[in-house]
């Protein structure tokens, strides 16, 4: 089992192949030269726990393990979207679209190593490179890593079949999304057809008189924007993208024992999602769960979600959940109801989680995590405890279980 250092909120991430370099779209203002599908891209290192991912529930985070008192990166992270980029040419219209849903996100984690209930993310330079996806076109590129959490004193231990999954992710990532932008190509694949760019240019042409080559630029930036918020720009690509999902969940499953199937419609300006999971100790879970988030005051957003789970013994346990996030903190509820095999109720528990105070920067600090949880079963009183932990980043004091 290869130790790979933990990540904290502070460790800034960014594309190390081609150093703070990708490749995106490019469309340059009318009247256009000749077409440049795809230009160089630096893009500005940015810490693990990104205001605006934050905000908007991308970064998946510990709220009482920490390091170095500092929350530790997990399975699922993503910094987030409002990544700055500067392509060359600068001036490109489809750079506010490649910014708005940026992405550097984890694709390898530590089964066997778990933290508030979730698998720890990884990440790493040396001395096995474990890369996370970036954001790019074609298609995305394993490429940011955060050079720094090398300096950090403690390791998870990860499995063959862990790294095995993270390398069968990506690849099946990046092969997915290169069958659907080359299949999108063929104009005679109704499916894969982008009807929204044509419609979106005609509409323009029409109602506010543009001229034909405008209408068609303008239809490709409006289309595209549309197209990310629905999730795909034909019906042949959100196929892509959910099948990509599920063999990516399939493959996980197969090598280490846990994995899932999931359906995602919209993003997390406002999406939602149904999610299949089996996890290592033998529980099937369905999850729904609904979002929606703004850019306002650097990011913002709600979700609510219900989970069934069905346990080997034939046990089963239902459980809802709202939360609340800006750069200031967040705020999640989260009711469990547990039953026998007969469906009789056994306990509910219900646990509210504060976490508020400066949870963001490479100099986060004075932060409080405030829980409180209450069980009642039937036939019994009710139980309440309650916990607060607070320091921060430059603080010598001990808060939540430090690693």
Same mark, same amino acid.
């Given at each position: 089992?290869?130790g790979?250092?933990v990540?904290?909120?502070?460790?800034f991430?960014?594309p190390?192949l081609?150093?703070?370099?990708?490749?995106?779209?490019?469309?340059?203002?009318p009247?256009?030269?000749?077409?440049?599908p795809?230009?160089p891209c630096?893009?500005?290192?940015?810490?693990?726990?990104?205001p605006?991912?934050?905000?908007?529930q991308?970064?998946?985070?510990?709220?009482?393990?920490?390091?170095k008192?500092?929350?530790?990166?997990?399975?699922?992270h993503?910094?987030g979207y409002?990544?700055?980029?500067v +392509?060359? *040419? %600068?001036? !490109? $219209?489809?750079?506010p679209?490649?910014?708005?849903?940026? &992405?550097?996100?984890?694709?390898?984690?530590?089964?066997?190593?778990?933290a508030?209930?979730?698998?720890?993310?990884?990440s790493?330079?040396?001395?096995?490179?474990?890369?996370m996806?970036?954001?790019?076109?074609?298609?995305?590129q394993?490429? +940011?890593? *955060? %050079?720094? !959490? $090398?300096?950090?004193?403690?390791?998870?231990?990860?499995? &063959?079949?862990d790294?095995?999954?993270?390398?069968?992710n990506?690849?099946?990532?990046?092969?997915?999304?290169y069958l659907?932008?080359?299949?999108?190509?063929k104009k005679?694949?109704?499916?894969?057809k982008n009807?929204?760019?044509?419609?979106?240019?005609?509409?323009?042409?029409?109602?506010?008189?543009?001229?034909?080559?405008?209408a068609?630029?303008?239809?490709?930036?409006?289309?595209?924007?549309a197209?990310?918020f629905?999730?795909?720009?034909?019906?042949?690509?959100?196929?892509?993208k959910?099948?990509?999902?599920?063999?990516?969940?399939?493959?996980?499953?197969?090598?280490?024992?846990?994995?899932?199937?999931?359906?995602?419609?919209?993003?997390n300006?406002?999406?939602?999602?149904y999610?299949?999971?089996?996890?290592?100790?033998?529980?099937?879970?369905?999850?729904?769960q609904?979002?929606?988030?703004?850019?306002?005051?650097g990011?913002?957003s709600?979700?609510?979600?219900?989970?069934?789970?069905?346990?080997?013994?034939g046990?089963?346990?239902?459980?809802?959940?709202?939360t609340?996030?800006?750069?200031?903190?967040?705020?999640?509820?989260k009711s469990?109801?547990?039953y026998d095999?007969q469906g009789k109720e056994?306990?509910?528990?219900?646990?509210d989680?504060?976490?508020?105070?400066?949870?963001v920067?490479?100099?986060?600090?004075n932060?409080?995590?405030r829980?409180?949880?209450?069980?009642?079963?039937?036939?019994?009183a009710?139980?309440?405890s309650?916990s607060?932990?607070?320091?921060?980043?430059s603080?010598?004091g001990f808060?939540g279980?430090?690693?």
């Amino acid at each position: 089992m290869p130790g790979v250092h933990v990540s904290t909120q502070s460790n800034f991430v960014f594309p190390m192949l081609a150093l703070f370099s990708t490749q995106h779209d490019f469309l340059a203002p009318p009247p256009a030269p000749t077409p440049t599908p795809i230009v160089p891209c630096i893009e500005i290192p940015v810490p693990v726990m990104w205001p605006v991912g934050f905000g908007l529930q991308q970064n998946k985070l510990t709220t009482t393990v920490l390091h170095k008192f500092q929350f530790i990166m997990l399975e699922g992270h993503d910094c987030g979207y409002m990544i700055p980029h500067v +392509s060359n *040419p %600068p001036v !490109n $219209l489809m750079l506010p679209i490649i910014i708005a849903f940026s &992405s550097r996100k984890v694709v390898f984690s530590a089964s066997k190593v778990r933290a508030n209930s979730t698998a720890v993310g990884c990440s790493q330079v040396a001395p096995i490179p474990l890369p996370m996806l970036t954001c790019a076109a074609p298609v995305s590129q394993p490429t +940011s890593m *955060p %050079p720094m !959490n $090398l300096l950090n004193n403690v390791e998870v231990g990860m499995t &063959s079949a862990d790294i095995w999954a993270g390398v069968v992710n990506i690849g099946l990532t990046v092969a997915f999304e290169y069958l659907s932008f080359w299949l999108s190509s063929k104009k005679k694949l109704p499916f894969f057809k982008n009807a929204l760019n044509p419609r979106v240019a005609s509409f323009l042409e029409t109602k506010f008189l543009m001229n034909a080559k405008s209408a068609e630029i303008y239809g490709k930036v409006l289309g595209g924007l549309a197209g990310k918020f629905l999730g795909g720009s034909s019906i042949g690509t959100f196929a892509a993208k959910t099948a990509a999902a599920s063999a990516v969940g399939a493959a996980k499953f197969l090598l280490t024992g846990e994995g899932s199937a999931k359906i995602a419609v919209g993003t997390n300006y406002l999406g939602g999602s149904y999610t299949q999971a089996r996890t290592l100790d033998g529980k099937t879970q369905y999850t729904g769960q609904v979002q929606a988030g703004t850019l306002k005051d650097g990011g913002q957003s709600a979700s609510a979600s219900a989970q069934h789970s069905v346990n080997p013994d034939g046990t089963t346990t239902n459980q809802t959940a709202t939360t609340t996030a800006s750069q200031e903190g967040q705020d999640q509820h989260k009711s469990k109801t547990d039953y026998d095999a007969q469906g009789k109720e056994k306990k509910t528990t219900d646990t509210d989680v504060d976490v508020s105070g400066e949870t963001v920067g490479p100099n986060a600090g004075n932060v409080n995590v405030r829980q409180t949880k209450t069980t009642s079963a039937p036939g019994k009183a009710t139980e309440t405890s309650s916990s607060e932990l607070s320091g921060g980043g430059s603080s010598p004091g001990f808060w939540g279980e430090n690693l």
